[in-house]
C-alpha cells in the first residue's frame, strides 16, 4: 500500500481520532505544533552539527548530533503524552525524570568548561551555536505553552521539567560549541 499524505478530513479547521476532535486552532494543537516546530529545528541544526568534527570528546562523553538526537527522541515521547491527554487515550509513552537528570549531567559538564556568564550574551559566533539558540527560543516557546495547557489539562511535572531544563541545555550547547572554538561570546551593548 502507498502510503496516503492526505486525507482531506483537516480541511474543515479540526483534526480527528476516534470520536474526539480538536480544533486546529486550540491551545493543544498549538503546543503540539510548536513541539514539532522545535523537533524539526533540532533535526537541521543536527544535520549541521554533524557537518563539522570535534564535538564528540571526553567532556561531553558524546557527540552534539547524538545529544541532539535523544532530544528529538524525548520530545516524540512528549508529544505522544501530550496527544493521549488530549485524545484521552492513556497512553503509556511518559517522559522520565531520568531523562531530565540526563541532560542535567551534559549541563555540569559544559559548565566545568565554559568560562562564568557575567553578562547577557549575543546570540551567534558560529553557525552551529546559532542554530542552537533559535532551539533554546523554540524550546521556551513551546514551555509557556506546555504550561498555559497544563492549567487545562494538568500535565506531568516530569513533562514540564524537562521541557525547562530543555532551554538550558540548548543555551549550554550554544556556548559549548563557540568555546570548543575558541570564539568568544559578545555581550550587548547597552
Avoid at 109 to 130: C, H, R
Avoid at 170 to 189: D, K, Q, S, W
Amino acid at each position: 500500500m502507498k502510503t496516503q499524505f492526505f486525507t482531506g478530513k483537516g480541511d474543515s479547521g479540526e483534526s480527528h481520532y476516534g470520536k474526539t476532535t480538536l480544533k486546529k486552532s486550540s491551545l493543544g494543537a498549538d503546543l503540539l505544533g510548536s513541539l514539532d516546530e522545535l523537533n524539526s529545528w533540532l533535526g537541521l541544526t543536527r544535520v549541521e552539527s554533524e557537518k563539522e568534527e570535534g564535538y564528540r570528546n571526553e567532556e561531553l562523553g558524546m557527540s552534539i548530533s547524538e545529544i541532539l538526537k535523544q532530544t528529538q527522541n524525548s520530545i516524540f515521547v512528549i508529544q505522544a503524552e501530550i496527544a493521549s491527554l488530549i485524545f484521552g487515550l492513556g497512553g503509556d509513552k511518559k517522559i522520565s525524570a531520568d531523562k531530565t537528570k540526563e541532560m542535567e549531567e551534559v549541563i555540569r559538564k559544559i559548565d566545568e568548561v565554559v568560562p562564568a556568564i557575567k553578562n547577557f550574551i549575543l546570540p551567534g559566533g558560529s553557525e552551529l551555536s546559532a542554530r542552537l539558540d533559535v532551539g533554546r527560543t523554540l524550546a521556551r516557546k513551546a514551555e509557556r505553552l506546555a504550561k498555559k495547557f497544563s492549567e487545562e489539562k494538568e500535565l506531568p511535572p516530569e513533562l514540564l521539567q524537562y521541557l525547562n531544563r530543555l532551554s538550558s541545555l540548548l543555551f549550554a550547547l550554544a556556548r559549548y560549541v563557540n568555546h570548543a572554538r575558541g570564539i568568544e561570546e559578545e555581550n550587548p551593548t547597552y
